[in-house]
C-alpha cells in the first residue's frame, strides 16, 4: 500500500472545535504541517484517493502526532517510601553539624528509641497509605506547607520576579507599555493554547518522563482563604475535558476589569488586546482610585477569610466577582511604578514585582503578570499550586518568542468589534473599608521590612565552572555555605529543592547542603595553617557528598519528607508527638521549617526569581546559572540585626572565586 502524505492546517474556531474535536485533543502532527490558529481545513492530497473521514484521519496521525502534555501522567511510577533505617540515619547525619559531642550523643540515643518503638510503628503505617495511594504526601504537604499555614500569603509564601526578556529588551525599547503588554498577553494566551490542546511536550531528564499535573495549576487557579485552612480552586480544562474559562483580569488604580480573551473562538490580537488595556487605563486615569479590595489578599489568612465571609454577606454579587477573579486565566496587573535599574542590577525590579501595590494583584491567583510604566515587566504568584519550575518555563517561553519576533507584533493591525471590558464593582460597608485598610496597612510595615538584593556575578558562570569538571548547582551551595559560615562564623542550616517529578504528582524534598564535609572543608578555607591540598581534597569531599544527596532525593530517598509523614500520622491518630521532633536539634537544623538558609536554583535560563527568608534570622537565596554569569537575589528581614542580604552577596562573591582558583590551580 502507498504512503498517503496528509496536510493538515490546524486551528480552534469555535465552529471546528466540535466538528475536529477528536483531532484537536490530539495536538497537530510533528511534520509536514502548518500550525496555524483558529481555522481548521482537513484534506487528503494523495492523488487518486478519496478524501479522508474524520475517524480516518485521526486514526492515520495518531501514529505520527507528537507526545501530548498529559498524555504519561497514569504511567508515572508512585512516590515510595525510603526505608525506617537508611532516613534515620542521614538525619544523624545531617544534624551532626549543629550539635556538641553531648547533644549528639543524646540525639543519637533519641533517634535509636524512636526506631525501634514508635517509628517502627509509624512506619508500618505510612507503608500501609503508601499502599492506598500513588502519592503518599500529596494531599499532606499541600495542607500542611501552604493551605494550613496562617501568616499572609503574600509575601511571606509567594514568590516572584522580573519578567522574561530584560536582557534582550531592557528600556528604553520601543513602543509604549501598553503596546508591550499587550505583546506579552498575546504569548501568555499561546501558552494557555498549547496546555489546553495538549501541544506542550512533556518534561523529561534525560529519558525519564517528569510529571506535568502542576502545569494544570497556572491557569484559571486560585486560593480561596479559610478560617483554619485554604482550599485551592481549579478551573482548568483540556480541550478533550470540556469548556475552560477564557477571561482576563486587569487590574489598575485599585480598581478591577475583566474581558474575554477569545471573540468568536479566537483569542484577541496584540491590537485588541491593546484596545481592551487602553481602554481601563483611561477609565483609570479620568476617574478617581478604586476601593483596593484586592488588598485583603496580603493579610493574615484568618483575617481575610472571615473579611471574604463578610464580603458576600454584604451582597450575593460580591461573590460572583470573587469568583470571576479566581476562575479568570490570570491578572494583569497595571503599575505605575517605574523600577529600571541595568542589567547587572535587578533589585529595584525583582522588589517592586515581590513587594509591589497590593491593591492591583490579587496574591492568591496561581499568576499575576505586572506591567510597569517603563516597559518591564514582573510577576507574583501563589506557591501553593505549584512550584516555580511551571512559571519558569512558561515565562522561558516567552522569552524566546519575543526574541524571535524582535518583541514585535507582524500580524494584522485590524481590531474586531469585541465588547468593551466590563468593571468589577463590590458592594462594601465602613468594616470591608476598615479590613481593607488593616489589610494594606499590615503589608507596608511587612514589606519595609523587607531587605532584597539581586545582582548579576559576571566574573565567570557555568562554563568555566564545568571546565573544572565541577557541578555548576553545587559550586554555588558550596559558596553560600561558606560565604554564610565566614559571616556568621558558624554552619547554616540550609533548605535546598530537589525535584521528585520522576513521580505520580510529586513536587520537592529537601536536599541540606550544609553536610559535615561542607563544614569540615569550610573550616579548612578559613584555617590560615591548611594548605592548598588539604582545601582541595576537602572541597572534592564536599562536592561528592552533596551529589550523592541530591541524587538520592530526586530519587525519593530523601529524609525530610519521610519524617514529615511519620510526624502526621502521629498527628491525626491522636498520639503524642515523637521526642525526635521536639529534641532541639531537630529545629536547630532546620527541621520543621526552621532552614536559616532557604534556597534553590530557578534554572539555567534568563528567568529569575525571589522569596522570603524561611525565618527571621535567616535568607532566601535563589539564583539561576548561565554561561558567563550566576544572577543572585538575597532577601533578608531588616529588623534581625543578624543578617545583612548585601554582606552576604559580597562574601558569596569573594567565596566564588577563591573557588575557581583553588580548582584551578588543582588541574581538576
Keep these: 500500500m502507498s504512503r498517503i502524505k496528509v496536510n493538515v492546517v490546524w ?3 469555535s465552529s471546528c472545535r466540535q466538528q475536529h474535536s477528536e483531532l484537536l485533543s490530539l495536538g497537530p502532527p510533528s511534520t509536514g504541517t502548518k500550525c496555524g490558529y483558529r481555522c481548521c481545513k482537513i484534506k487528503s492530497t494523495h492523488p487518486g484517493e478519496a478524501k479522508l473521514t474524520r475517524e480516518e484521519m485521526a486514526s492515520r496521525l495518531a501514529g505520527t502526532l507528537p507526545e501530548r502534555t498529559f498524555q504519561y501522567q497514569n504511567s508515572l511510577p508512585p512516590l515510595p517510601v525510603p526505608p525506617l533505617e537508611g532516613s534515620l540515619s542521614k538525619y544523624l547525619d545531617a544534624v551532626h553539624p549543629f550539635a556538641s559531642e553531648g547533644e549528639f550523643k543524646a540525639t543519637v540515643e533519641i533517634v535509636r528509641k524512636f526506631r525501634e518503638g514508635v517509628g517502627k510503628e509509624l512506619h508500618q503505617k505510612l507503608l500501609q497509605r503508601a499502599k492506598e495511594r500513588r502519592n503518599w504526601l500529596e494531599e499532606w504537604w499541600l495542607d500542611t506547607a501552604y493551605l494550613e499555614v496562617r501568616i499572609p500569603s503574600q509575601l511571606n509564601v509567594n514568590f516572584g520576579g522580573p519578567g522574561p526578556y530584560l536582557e534582550h529588551f531592557w528600556p528604553p525599547a520601543e513602543g509604549s507599555s501598553l503596546q508591550r503588554t499587550s505583546i506579552i498577553t498575546w504569548h501568555t494566551l499561546q501558552y494557555w493554547d498549547l496546555l489546553r490542546t495538549e501541544r506542550l511536550a512533556p518534561q523529561k531528564a534525560g529519558k525519564t518522563l517528569l510529571d506535568m499535573d502542576q502545569f494544570r495549576m497556572l491557569y484559571c487557579t486560585c486560593k480561596v482563604p479559610g478560617v483554619k485552612k485554604d482550599t485551592i480552586h481549579n478551573y482548568f480544562k483540556t480541550a478533550s475535558e470540556g469548556p475552560c474559562p477564557s477571561h482576563l483580569v486587569v487590574m489598575c488604580r485599585g480598581r478591577i476589569f475583566t474581558f474575554d480573551a477569545l471573540f468568536d473562538g479566537q483569542i484577541l490580537s496584540p491590537p485588541e488586546l491593546l484596545r481592551q488595556l487602553i481602554f481601563v487605563k483611561e477609565r483609570c486615569e479620568g476617574e478617581p482610585e478604586g476601593d483596593g479590595v484586592s488588598a485583603l489578599t496580603s493579610d493574615e489568612r484568618t483575617r481575610w477569610a472571615k473579611a471574604r465571609e463578610h464580603l458576600i454577606c454584604i451582597d450575593p454579587h460580591n461573590k460572583t466577582i470573587l469568583e470571576t477573579i479566581q476562575s479568570s486565566l490570570f491578572v494583569i496587573s497595571l503599575d505605575e511604578s517605574k523600577p529600571y535599574s541595568s542589567p547587572e542590577n535587578y533589585t529595584n525590579l525583582t522588589a517592586a514585582a515581590l513587594t509591589g501595590n497590593p491593591t492591583i494583584r490579587w496574591g492568591d491567583k496561581s499568576y499575576n503578570s505586572i506591567a510597569f510604566a517603563d516597559g518591564t515587566f514582573g510577576s507574583t504568584c501563589d506557591h501553593a499550586p505549584y512550584d516555580a519550575m511551571v512559571l519558569v518555563s512558561m515565562c522561558w517561553y516567552l522569552d524566546q518568542q519575543i526574541r524571535a519576533t524582535e518583541g514585535q507584533w507582524k500580524g494584522s493591525d485590524t481590531v474586531r468589534q469585541i465588547p468593551l471590558p466590563e468593571e468589577l464593582l463590590f458592594t462594601l460597608d465602613e468594616k470591608a473599608h476598615s479590613d481593607i485598610c488593616h489589610a494594606k496597612q499590615q503589608y507596608l510595615e511587612s514589606t519595609q521590612d523587607l531587605q532584597l538584593v539581586c545582582y548579576a556575578f559576571t566574573a565567570f558562570g557555568k562554563s568555566a565552572i564545568k571546565q573544572k569538571k565541577l557541578h555548576p548547582d553545587t559550586f554555588i551551595q558550596l559558596a553560600m555555605q561558606l560565604a554564610y559560615h565566614r559571616l556568621h562564623k558558624k554552619p547554616g542550616s540550609c533548605y535546598e529543592t530537589a525535584t521528585t517529578r520522576k513521580f505520580y504528582h510529586a513536587r520537592t524534598e529537601t536536599m541540606r547542603p550544609c553536610t559535615r564535609e561542607a563544614v569540615s572543608w569550610c573550616k579548612a578555607m578559613m584555617d590560615p595553617a591548611c594548605d592548598a591540598n588539604g582545601r582541595r581534597t576537602a572541597m572534592l569531599s564536599a562536592f561528592n557528598k552533596h551529589n550523592k544527596l541530591m541524587s538520592e532525593a530526586q530519587d525519593g530517598n530523601g529524609f ?24 532541639p536539634l531537630y529545629s536547630r537544623s532546620g527541621g520543621g521549617g526552621n532552614f536559616v538558609l532557604s534556597s534553590s536554583l530557578v534554572g539555567y535560563t534568563t528567568i529569575m526569581g525571589a522569596v522570603a527568608p524561611m525565618v527571621h534570622h535567616g535568607y532566601g537565596f535563589f539564583y539561576r546559572i548561565r554561561d558567563d554569569r550566576i544572577v543572585i537575589s538575597i532577601t533578608a528581614w531588616k529588623s534581625c540585626r543578624e543578617t545583612d542580604a548585601a554582606s552576604l552577596f559580597n562574601v558569596f562573591s569573594s567565596s566564588m572565586h ?8 588543582a588541574q581538576l
Design 658 to 665: 577563591e573557588m575557581l582558583h583553588l580548582a584551578t590551580t
Design 11 to 13: 486551528s480552534l474556531s
Design 560 to 583: 525530610d519528607r519521610h519524617l514529615l509523614g511519620l510526624y502526621l500520622i502521629a498527628k491525626e491518630e491522636g498520639r503524642p508527638t515523637p521526642e525526635l521532633f521536639s529534641d
